[in-house]
């Protein structure tokens, strides 16, 4: 199995507070990674790293190195580096203004070459992959706020997904959405690993249990534990790592 | 203190504070009243003598057209450039500037509003109209002067220069609106399309400029008002001619507008029929500015309770 | 694709610098020019002297500094109290009643009514009556000017105030208006006294209100019933008159009037922030 992304001693601050503290993983191709730890542990921190969005707090600050196929991501254009690793935030945010195609579309529309019946294949088939297309294919033109949160948040994804980025990061995706809906898309994130890299944020463990091939234990800005799922739930070799997978913190 | 004195009290200052309240209710209707009294003698003589073209103190006629037109151009050809200079200031403000040229700017912009009209028109008189005669009019009618629009001769006094200072004036309104409404873009949204490689401005572009559309709109129609109603610097600088647009349509034409005639003819006017028309022209004034006004507060408590509820 | 993209960036980026500058740059114009033109007339006897009869140079503005400031004064003098007075009546009796909405409604009306349709009004009301110019009708004018501003003002510093505070005082006993002017008032007072001074710093400017009520006067001002000279309608007269002596004037006159503004404005702005938190 390839490594697809490496971090390789990356801190990161917000002013003078340090959030992140060396942390070197390498996440493999097409598979589910998820990042586990209690909350403020600095796991939204590290994956906004991964596709340079932490640089944008006032006063944020990276230091170490991160590569994506070998290659410096703080080398690249910031811009490059968030079309080849997409990202799905724990809020559904589709662009209210916009129909639901326009949502999907609204990332590859921006560098103008593709014609009207390309987007609109990639409309079809990315709501399609997200098993949205049935449910919404009668009215593509009415406004992603009008739909339910589950499809909302499916919805992001597809916005994701359309770019055929090489990594997608999501921020705890159904952290805000009903059971239903919640399963609904950890089908949808297992079936997505045939294509693409996936690196979950999840504050619940019965969720990295459930759909991530590999696990990583973030605790107070610092990897813990990083092993293969079930490895990682069955023969925790941290103390703290017990104590958190078996809900006695966090 | 015993409890009738108290209840008393309690009800004097309740009559107190509403009937200050219905005194300037009050107020506002006798703005009404009075100038529909006062425009009683026009009206009774001719009432559609205010919608004719001419002007002529010495004959009698009071045509109010040629200034109504005039208030209604100076002021839409100053929206029209006022309305890039704000977005682009306001969208320079919240997405590119650095913190210090922010705090700078916002003075800047307070600054502006702060300045008083007659200030503008000293200004606009005697440092603008020569240098815009010269470097602007000047060339124009010389190039492209055979179109109407741009014909000379060049006055510098006109109503291409009114239109420019009431730009100034009318910026601060829509800037400060429109920044107070782009920081307020939730960063839900901007993050979602930085996460799909948008640059800074397709970011605004796209998520900040549409979600703030309605707003901006009504921040437009909020200077439109002010720049129906401006008086000195308009006056001081449109040349109080109306020669535009019957004569000529260029802009680069002296004109009228309601405002600049009241301010110019109103103190020396003795005619009964002349004040009359004068203040007729006023209370035309006021029912647009109203109307323009209470259109642009309609949407702002509609944004308002959007954002509530949302 | 992706290249043009940034200079598409960088293009927009100077696009909007020079939009910002198109706003920057005449303000800078504007007090660059008072202060250049007006600097050269100022002296003692510029800031205290009566003009001086036509054809003779010399004199001063002194006449219409003191009349701006006796206008300015009796207009606060009704405008004041009848803002803060219907400021308290928005935020603590009108609640939702038809009553409150409506003097709400007409209140923010009356801050969008042209300075010189209320100059009109004046004129109307009281010249046209008394067929006689009069600095009473400039500061009914100026006076109406300022309700609106201090009525919203005061109506929300007065908002800002914790209802906690009211219910406390209402569980003592004590009586409404008491509560009203003893706790929220005085809690809300830096916001009713910046306010004031804004209102105040606003109608110094205002120039169209004056032209057709208090007029012009060479001559010290005898009384507020006589027509009278002010800086404002000053500067107009001398800026339009062409004669160069009175063109000069009127930049001095100018450039004292965007330093009384100005003054007030930072005051309020940024150094009463300070103190009150937020203006």
């Not at chain 2, 209840?7 to 107020?27: M, P, Q, R, T």
């Not at chain 2, 057209?65 to 839409?76: H, K, N, V």
């Not at chain 3, 906690?164 to 003893?182: F, V």
Request: net charge positive; with cysteine.
């Amino acid at each position: 199995m390839a490594t697809k992304l490496v971090t390789e001693r990356l801190s990161a601050w917000f002013g003078k507070k340090q959030v992140l503290k060396d942390i070197s993983i390498a996440f493999e191709e097409r598979q589910v990674t998820a990042l586990v730890g209690p909350s403020g542990c600095g796991k939204s921190t590290f994956i906004r790293c991964l596709n340079r969005m932490h640089e944008l707090n006032p006063g944020a600050r990276v230091e170490g190195k991160a590569f994506l196929d070998g290659i410096d991501i703080y080398g690249m254009d910031p811009m490059d580096v968030r079309r080849k690793i997409g990202m799905v935030f724990q809020k559904p945010n589709p662009f209210p203004n916009m129909s639901i195609s326009d949502n999907v579309v609204a990332g590859i529309k921006l560098s103008g070459e593709k014609s009207k019946a390309d987007l609109d294949a990639i409309v079809e088939r990315t709501l399609k992959s997200v098993g949205l297309y049935d449910e919404v294919k009668d009215d593509l033109r009415r406004s992603g706020a009008s739909l339910s949160g589950g499809q909302q948040q499916r919805l992001c994804i597809a916005r994701a997904l359309a770019m055929e980025p090489e990594v997608i990061l999501m921020d705890e995706p159904t952290s805000a959405l009903d059971p239903a809906s919640t399963s609904r898309i950890e089908d949808l994130i297992r079936k997505l690993k045939s294509e693409i890299t996936v690196i979950i944020i999840t504050h619940n463990v019965g969720q990295a249990a459930r759909i991530s091939d590999k696990t990583a234990f973030l605790y107070l800005g610092e990897l813990i534990e990083y092993n293969d799922t079930k490895e990682f739930f069955e023969s925790p070799k941290s103390p703290i790592t017990e104590r958190y997978i078996t809900g006695r913190f966090g | 203190m015993n409890k009738k004195s108290i209840f008393f009290k309690d009800s004097a200052f309740k009559y107190l504070v509403g009937g200050s309240s219905l005194i300037v209710v009050a107020f506002f209707v006798m703005i009404f009243v009075m100038l529909a009294v006062r425009s009683y003698p026009s009206m009774a003589n001719d009432p559609l003598m205010i919608f004719g073209s001419t002007w002529d103190v010495n004959s009698g006629l009071y045509g109010g057209i040629p200034a109504i037109l005039g208030t209604l151009a100076s002021s839409a050809i100053a929206v029209a450039l006022a309305v890039p200079i704000s977005l682009g200031m306001s969208v320079f403000f919240t997405e590119y500037a650095p913190r210090r040229v922010r705090a700078a700017l916002s003075i800047v912009i307070d600054m502006l509003a702060t300045i008083p009209s007659v200030i503008f028109g000293i200004w606009g008189l005697w440092i603008v109209a020569p240098l815009v005669k010269t470097y602007v009019q000047d060339p124009i009618v010389g190039s492209i002067g055979f179109i109407p629009l741009f014909s000379g001769p060049a006055y510098g006094l006109s109503l291409f220069l009114a239109s420019l200072v009431l730009t100034f004036m009318i910026v601060p309104i829509i800037s400060s609106l429109t920044i107070s409404l782009l920081s307020t873009t939730p960063v839900e949204l901007r993050e979602a399309m930085i996460s799909l490689g948008a640059t800074r401005w397709e970011v605004v572009r796209h998520v900040a400029l549409p979600f703030s559309k309605l707003g901006i709109f009504a921040s437009i129609i909020l200077a439109l008002g002010r720049a129906l109603g401006e008086t000195m610097a308009v006056t001081m600088v449109i040349g109080n001619s109306f020669i535009w647009p019957f004569s000529s349509i260029s802009l680069f034409s002296p004109a009228s507008t309601i405002t600049s005639k009241i301010a110019s003819e109103l103190y020396e006017a003795v005619d009964v029929l002349h004040v009359s028309s004068l203040v007729e022209l006023g209370l035309i004034l006021l029912v647009i500015t109203l109307l323009v006004n209470s259109s642009a507060r309609l949407v702002i408590t509609r944004i308002s309770r959007r954002n509530a509820s949302g | 694709m992706i290249v043009s993209r940034r200079t598409k960036e960088k293009l927009i980026i100077a696009a909007l610098v020079a939009l910002t500058g198109a706003a920057v740059v005449p303000l800078f114009w504007i007090i660059g020019s008072i202060v250049w033109n007006g600097i050269s007339v100022m002296s003692l006897e510029f800031l205290t002297s009566l003009p001086a009869p036509f054809g003779s140079s010399g004199g001063g503005i002194g006449n219409a500094i003191l009349g701006t400031l006796i206008i300015n004064l009796f207009a606060s003098g009704l405008g004041i109290p009848l803002g803060i007075l219907t400021g308290i009546y928005l935020a603590e009796y009108a609640h939702d009643s038809r009553m409150g909405s409506a003097v709400r409604t007409i209140v923010e009306s009356l801050s969008g009514v042209p300075s010189l349709v209320i100059g009109l009004f004046a004129f109307t009301l009281i010249v046209l009556s008394f067929r006689h110019y009069t600095g009473v009708a400039a500061t009914l004018a100026l006076g109406i000017m300022m309700i609106p501003l201090v009525a919203k003002a005061t109506e929300e510093s007065m908002r800002v105030v914790s209802d906690d505070l009211r219910e406390a005082g209402m569980a003592l006993g004590i009586p409404k208006y008491n509560i009203t002017t003893r706790i929220v008032l005085s809690m809300a007072k830096g916001g009713v006294i910046s306010g004031s001074l804004l209102a105040f710093a606003r109608i110094s400017g205002e120039t169209a209100p004056l032209l057709f009520t208090a007029l012009f006067s060479f001559y010290w001002p005898t009384g507020i019933d006589q027509p009278m000279a002010t800086l404002q309608v000053l500067i107009y007269n001398y800026a339009i008159s062409g004669f160069a002596d009175w063109v000069a004037k009127a930049w001095g006159a100018s450039l004292l009037l965007v330093l009384l503004v100005i003054t007030i404005n930072v005051a309020v702005r940024y150094l009463g922030r300070k103190k009150y938190g937020g203006a």
